[in-house]
């Protein structure tokens, strides 16, 4: 079993940032993608950002292309999304996850528990 950690949520201004962070542990499968995905409150999940393996390739949603980065560190089993010029509109909660070419919540073998990103205006 993976386990997913999310931490760096918290309250912000709009036009701040924030720094997520996703650590893995446990029993790891071989080169996970990772990615984030966001929910709202009466909301799906959204896809957010993925990042593969290597880290050579990355995806993005319109939504937050130009603004946020998905970075990865595989020394430390963990996934990063720094987040910049935040809008209220980007408050969720988000989350981590892993899997094979996780662009769709489908797609994610495992989840972390979410951490909370509020973006006051």
């Known amino acids: 079993q993976v386990q997913l950690v999310e931490s760096g949520g918290g309250l912000v201004q709009t036009g701040g940032s924030l720094r997520l962070s996703c650590a893995a542990s446990?029993?790891?499968?071989?080169?996970?993608?990772m990615a984030w995905f966001r929910q709202a409150p009466g909301k799906e999940r959204e896809f957010v950002a993925t990042?593969?393996?290597?880290?050579?390739?990355?995806v993005y949603a319109d939504s937050v292309k130009g603004r946020f980065t998905i970075s990865r560190d595989n020394a430390k089993n963990t996934v990063y999304l720094q987040m910049n010029s935040l809008k209220p509109e980007d408050t969720a909660v988000y989350y981590c996850?892993?899997?094979?070419?996780?662009?769709?919540?489908?797609?994610?073998?495992?989840w972390g528990q979410g951490t909370q990103v509020t973006v006051s205006s």
């Open positions: 446990g029993r790891t499968f071989s080169r996970p993608d």
């Open positions: 990042i593969t393996w290597s880290g050579g390739s990355t």
């Open positions: 996850a892993a899997g094979r070419m996780v662009v769709t919540p489908i797609n994610a073998a495992y």
